[in-house]
């Protein structure tokens, strides 16, 4: 049984690694030059707090020792559903029996004018990584399109290498999938007390500028990016433009093979396409119309993915959000539901004091959701509750006491 | 002892250090910790760790 997968990711790795345990023959395919490597460390690279030996993961070695043939820098440029075949940038043609498709996202580029401009960037790769540290050291303001996680990471990332930093966001608050109105208020504080200036509810219309760079930089023609302009009117200056405006599912080899696709490759709960024999997993799959973008969901749906694979039957019931962050020092959680809809039984528990926001959300007197902003005590005990959707109902406002003994519920 | 990595935020568990916090003295290898363990960064359970190669 043939079994290959495109994408060598979280999601491709992990299914890999899962088959090969099994003991089955896996090939791997990625347009990716580099094995694979975890995103979230990418910002770690940008300042030179880690180098790129150390953000790869696991050696070529260890994928030999498994058995799986990873093809880097392999683009597949063709999926046949019926024939059961991809084809490869170089002409090549691979069969296979059973397909995973892991091709993850892209980021979203914003259609605004100037996007072409030198000195604007996005962030997902290696050499992205790589480029932005490399023009950074010529620039002195940096100015980042989007305030999520990436956006934030990043402006920290600025920040070390000494440039000024502002944030624009189109939300009225920072970190909108993550956090609410208040946690958002307090994060900008934070984050402004450290030296980053926050715009929000800034649309950026486009990316002004012209000039030559300098010669270290190849002197390269065209325009070199001065600063955003907001649809409002208002100009913010920069010499780096980041754009960390979200990401698309990279969908079009599974939509030009007429697969299902809505915002993401649509799977069921066994993590199968509309075609038979192909799954998909990670960043690219939507599952009961979520695309969930965060690592946790690309593992649980590919070790799931993997098992189908082998012909186990193994239901995938979604996952729950969880993330985790420090920027300039300030810890974030936000697990679960957070944003929950009037009335349905949701109750939220709130307060904010001396630098901290802490919301727990309740459902039916079951904890379903935390927001913790400026601490990170209990985060681990907490998210295990959330897990297992604990009845913490009878503890009520307490459980907002700083000293709440949140090891003893487990 | 061997260090583990956690696949979601990088965190390194170390054994050496353990994690005081969570109740693991130091010396503790990973194998042994509890299986309701979790990254003490993050959250991410134990399953999502990988051994330091």
């Known amino acids: 049984m043939r079994f290959v997968i495109i994408g060598n990711g979280v999601a491709g790795v992990t299914a890999a690694r899962a088959l090969a345990e099994a003991g089955a023959e896996v090939e791997a395919y990625t347009q990716e030059a580099h094995h694979y490597y975890p995103r979230p460390r990418l910002h770690e690279l940008l300042t030179g707090e880690i180098e790129l030996e150390e953000i790869h993961f696991y050696s070529p070695v260890w994928y030999e020792e498994r058995g799986i043939a990873v093809h880097l820098g392999t683009e597949v440029v063709r999926l046949d559903t019926m024939a059961k075949r991809i084809a490869l940038a170089d002409g090549r043609e691979i069969l296979y029996d059973r397909l995973l498709l892991a091709t993850g996202s892209r980021p979203f580029i914003p259609s605004i004018e100037g996007m072409n401009k030198e000195g604007v960037f996005t962030l997902r790769t290696i050499e992205d990584a790589l480029a932005i540290r490399r023009w950074a050291k010529e620039a002195k303001r940096a100015v980042v399109v989007g305030g999520g996680l990436l956006g934030l990471e990043a402006a920290r990332a600025f920040m070390v290498l000494g440039l000024r930093v502002a944030v624009l966001e189109q939300g009225a608050y920072l970190l909108p999938r993550q956090l609410d109105a208040e946690g958002g208020a307090l994060l900008k504080e934070l984050i402004g007390a450290m030296g980053i200036e926050v715009v929000l509810e800034a649309s950026s219309q486009a990316i002004l500028g012209n000039g030559t760079p300098p010669p270290t930089l190849g002197g390269i023609e065209g325009g070199l990016a001065s600063g955003v302009l907001l649809q409002d009117g208002r100009r913010i200056e920069g010499d780096l433009i980041l754009v960390s405006a979200g990401v698309r599912c990279d969908v079009r080899l599974a939509q030009e093979a007429g697969l299902e696709v809505n915002r993401g490759v649509v799977v069921d709960e066994h993590l199968r396409t509309s075609a038979e024999d192909i799954y998909a997993a990670g960043d690219v799959a939507e599952f009961q119309g979520r695309v969930y973008g965060i690592i946790p969901a690309a593992i649980e749906q590919a070790r799931a993915a993997a098992r189908n694979m082998l012909g186990e039957e193994a239901a995938y019931q979604g996952t729950i959000p969880s993330n985790t962050l420090q920027v300039v020092g300030i810890d974030c959680t936000s697990i679960g539901v957070v944003h929950p809809p009037e009335g349905e039984g949701y109750q939220e528990l709130r307060k904010s004091e001396a630098g901290v926001y802490k919301k727990l959300v309740l459902k039916d007197g079951r904890l379903v959701g935390v927001i913790l902003l400026g601490d990170k005590k209990d985060v681990a005990p907490i998210s295990q509750l959330i897990r297992k959707g604990a009845d913490v109902s009878r503890y009520a406002e307490r459980l907002l006491d700083e000293d709440f003994d949140w090891k003893g519920l487990l | ?53």
Not at chain 2, 4 to 31: M, Q, S
């Open chain 2, 1 to 53: 002892m061997d260090k583990w990595e956690c696949l979601v935020c990088g965190y390194v568990y170390d054994p050496a250090v353990g994690d005081p916090d969570g109740d693991i003295p130091p010396g503790t290898p990973f194998e042994d910790l509890p299986d309701d363990w979790v990254c003490p960064n993050c959250g991410a359970e134990k399953d999502m760790f990988e051994k330091l190669e």
